[in-house]
């Protein structure tokens, strides 16, 4: 697998294979489903939902109280409520994250989804693949590969209600 130099990462570009790569994945799948990760990931969420049809069965997870480090964080200040207005028992839900990276976040966000069924599926989508992974988790679709310098984040901002997304390193 090759890596993407992070200055080089065109979230647009990004996104379009992204959409490709979930249509596909999810043809054939039985009662599909997508619950983003708040923030960024429900950013994609809400518009591969658009995209696909799917509006009526997207929600958004907030994980930040299934998250293994939230006695050492705190609570974050722009902490949203979930919502799922949607039954997850013996749905194929795809899970959609914008930077994969320890996969703490990916397994926090499972914890809380189970909360509300058992899905038959989940699937994990991520606009990028930042590696360092510290939990057996990987993406069934990724658009893009790349490595970060120590201390650094991957960000993903819009602009136009949505329709644009960048990333940015801060």
Not at 89 to 112: F, H, K, Q, S, W
Request: glycine content about 8%.
């Amino acid at each position: 697998m090759s890596h993407t130099d992070p200055n080089q990462l065109d979230a647009e570009v990004l996104y379009a294979s992204l959409l490709e790569q979930v249509k596909a994945g999810l043809a054939d799948a039985h009662e599909p489903a997508i619950v983003g990760i708040h923030s960024g990931g429900a950013w994609i969420a809400e518009r591969l939902a658009k995209d696909l049809g799917l509006e009526a069965r997207c929600g958004v997870l907030d994980v930040s109280f299934y998250r293994d480090d939230y006695a050492k964080k705190g609570l974050p200040a722009e902490v949203k409520p979930t919502d799922i207005k949607f039954n997850v028992d013996g749905a194929t839900i795809l899970l959609v994250d914008d930077v994969l990276y320890t996969g703490r976040t990916t397994r926090a966000a499972m914890n809380e989804l189970f909360d509300y069924g058992r899905p038959a599926r989940i699937m994990l989508a991520a606009l990028v693949d930042r590696g360092e992974r510290q939990l057996p988790v990987a993406a069934d679709f990724v658009a893009a590969h790349t490595r970060c310098a120590p201390g650094t984040a991957l960000r993903l901002k819009q602009a136009d209600e949505g329709r644009r997304f960048t990333l940015t390193i801060e």
